[in-house]
């Protein structure tokens, strides 16, 4: 229990980073001289960053753990948040920001990471939505409770602040994580090839996985079209076409961000009814895609039809960690950090990529009006996500020879790790240290 509550304090930091952009912008923008597309541009760079920074995460959680990972990373989390603060321009907040979004790389991966050496794969989703729905609380101290902070006591103070608060969280990590024992490469241990390319051979096993190929896409899209819509565009969004002050456009995003908070702990619940990640998963991005081509399309014309659309997309849209459970079933145990990781890239890439897409819709107005404008934008990350869902359904549910093979990874076929043995890692918190 106490892993759990510190890796979610850390995830929570990470999701706050990646939402707190769109409330400071009305003041951070004019003050550092930015365009609309200049803010798109900045959160692209923190999700690209955040994709980069996989890499790394998953490389250092197979080999040192998630103790030291995590809490490094953050440091460098806390030195963005820091530069960030004292930024006059757009280079050094781009800096600032790809330096924030690289911190918090390995922020939910420590925790999945745990769950998975620590748990057998059918708690697997349970563990990993009940984190990501607690850690989306981030989001909601990044609506309402921002937007009047930030209006009492400045933006520069709220991230200085922020360095503050994500130092301490590496320092508890430090001091209260133990990480399980390290497991061996099978392909080292054999003699197939160095430790370095052993390494490296991991990542490219989990792209070779056959049965996952119909299941990128999905990931790709499914987890952008939502935090592009929360952390970037929901602000503008409620103020342009709707005519929202400061704080009504902090209650409409407060509506959405606590629909992903609900939405991410009932797929938990929801997937161990249902017994089937892939069913779970599907019917939440059909559901999401839905409620974004709506919102292109009806969104303006009602302001409490356009926050109902906006809560529905952050209720269902929020299917990363089923869409993670599915493919954990894949992968083996000593691929179990480079697997998270890599499905991690796609889904932190894809948000990276269809934030910096976003900034052509703003670029490229064509002398269109604002309800226009995010018309088309809601319409096109509504029927992207519909288009992934579809190939989507293609994928199969669990690998090839049952969800207790053990598989070979290069061959996709690979099931739930196997019973541990007698040195097993004890479950999260227990090892932890007083």
């Given at each position: 229990?106490?892993?759990?509550?510190?890796?979610?304090?850390?995830?929570?930091?990470?999701?706050?980073?990646?939402?707190?952009?769109?409330?400071?912008?009305?003041?951070?923008?004019?003050d550092?001289?930015?365009?609309?597309?200049?803010?798109?541009?900045?959160?692209?760079?923190?999700?690209?960053?955040?994709?980069?920074?996989?890499?790394?995460?998953?490389?250092?959680?197979?080999?040192?753990?998630?103790?030291?990972?995590?809490?490094?990373?953050?440091?460098?989390?806390?030195?963005?948040?820091?530069?960030?603060?004292?930024?006059?321009?757009?280079?050094?907040?781009?800096?600032?920001?790809?330096?924030?979004?690289?911190?918090?790389?390995?922020?939910?991966?420590?925790?999945?990471?745990?769950?998975?050496?620590?748990?057998?794969?059918?708690?697997?989703a349970?563990?990993?939505?009940?984190?990501?729905?607690?850690?989306?609380?981030?989001?909601?101290?990044?609506?309402?409770?921002?937007?009047?902070a930030?209006?009492?006591?400045?933006?520069?103070?709220?991230?200085?602040?922020?360095?503050?608060?994500?130092?301490?969280?590496?320092?508890?990590?430090?001091?209260?994580?133990?990480?399980?024992?390290?497991?061996?490469?099978?392909?080292?241990?054999?003699g197939?090839?160095?430790?370095?390319?052993s390494?490296?051979?991991?990542?490219?096993?989990?792209?070779?996985?056959?049965?996952?190929?119909?299941v990128?896409?999905?990931?790709?899209?499914?987890?952008?079209?939502?935090?592009?819509?929360?952390?970037?565009?929901?602000?503008?969004?409620?103020?342009?076409?709707?005519?929202?002050?400061?704080?009504?456009?902090?209650?409409?995003?407060?509506?959405?961000?606590?629909?992903?908070?609900a939405?991410?702990?009932?797929?938990?619940?929801?997937?161990?009814?249902?017994?089937?990640?892939?069913?779970?998963?599907?019917?939440?991005?059909?559901?999401?895609?839905?409620?974004?081509?709506?919102?292109?399309?009806?969104?303006?014309?009602?302001?409490?039809l356009?926050?109902?659309?906006?809560?529905?997309?952050?209720?269902?849209?929020?299917?990363?960690?089923?869409?993670?459970?599915h493919?954990?079933?894949?992968?083996?145990?000593h691929?179990?950090?480079?697997?998270?990781?890599?499905?991690?890239?796609?889904?932190?890439?894809?948000?990276?990529?269809?934030?910096?897409?976003?900034?052509?819709?703003?670029?490229?107005?064509?002398?269109?009006?604002?309800?226009?404008?995010?018309?088309?934008?809601?319409?096109?990350?509504?029927?992207?996500?519909?288009?992934?869902?579809?190939?989507?359904?293609?994928?199969?549910?669990?690998?090839?020879?049952?969800?207790?093979?053990?598989?070979?990874?290069?061959?996709?076929?690979?099931g739930?790790?196997?019973?541990?043995?007698?040195?097993?890692?004890?479950?999260?918190?227990?090892?932890?240290?007083a």
């Amino acid at each position: 229990m106490t892993a759990f509550l510190v890796l979610l304090l850390a995830y929570t930091i990470s999701q706050f980073d990646r939402g707190f952009l769109a409330m400071v912008a009305p003041d951070l923008g004019p003050d550092l001289g930015l365009a609309p597309s200049d803010l798109a541009l900045l959160s692209a760079g923190w999700f690209l960053a955040f994709a980069v920074g996989q890499v790394p995460t998953g490389l250092l959680l197979d080999r040192i753990g998630p103790r030291r990972t995590v809490a490094g990373f953050l440091v460098l989390a806390a030195l963005g948040a820091g530069l960030l603060g004292l930024a006059q321009g757009f280079a050094g907040a781009a800096c600032a920001m790809a330096l924030i979004g690289l911190g918090c790389a390995p922020a939910l991966m420590g925790g999945l990471y745990l769950f998975g050496r620590s748990y057998p794969p059918e708690r697997f989703a349970m563990l990993s939505s009940l984190m990501i729905g607690l850690g989306t609380s981030g989001d909601l101290l990044g609506s309402t409770p921002l937007a009047l902070a930030s209006h009492a006591f400045g933006w520069r103070t709220i991230l200085f602040g922020l360095a503050l608060v994500t130092l301490a969280a590496a320092g508890l990590i430090l001091w209260l994580i133990a990480d399980p024992p390290r497991l061996a490469d099978p392909a080292k241990g054999s003699g197939k090839g160095s430790d370095r390319t052993s390494v490296w051979r991991g990542f490219a096993d989990v792209a070779r996985m056959r049965a996952l190929w119909p299941v990128f896409p999905v990931v790709f899209v499914s987890y952008a079209v939502v935090i592009a819509t929360r952390s970037l565009w929901v602000g503008s969004y409620l103020g342009a076409v709707h005519g929202l002050d400061a704080l009504q456009r902090g209650n409409g995003t407060l509506a959405m961000s606590a629909a992903m908070a609900a939405g991410a702990i009932g797929y938990g619940p929801l997937e161990r009814l249902v017994r089937d990640p892939k069913r779970t998963a599907f019917a939440g991005c059909l559901v999401t895609g839905l409620a974004l081509s709506g919102l292109g399309v009806f969104g303006s014309g009602s302001t409490a039809l356009a926050v109902a659309l906006l809560a529905l997309t952050g209720a269902a849209g929020l299917s990363y960690g089923i869409l993670m459970a599915h493919a954990r079933r894949f992968f083996p145990a000593h691929l179990l950090g480079r697997g998270v990781a890599f499905m991690n890239i796609v889904f932190m890439g894809g948000a990276a990529a269809i934030q910096g897409l976003s900034a052509l819709f703003v670029l490229e107005t064509g002398g269109l009006g604002p309800d226009a404008l995010y018309g088309r934008l809601f319409l096109a990350y509504g029927l992207a996500l519909l288009a992934a869902t579809a190939v989507y359904a293609a994928a199969p549910r669990e690998p090839a020879f049952g969800s207790r093979a053990s598989g070979d990874p290069e061959r996709g076929t690979t099931g739930a790790t196997p019973p541990p043995p007698a040195s097993a890692p004890a479950a999260p918190g227990r090892g932890a240290r007083a």
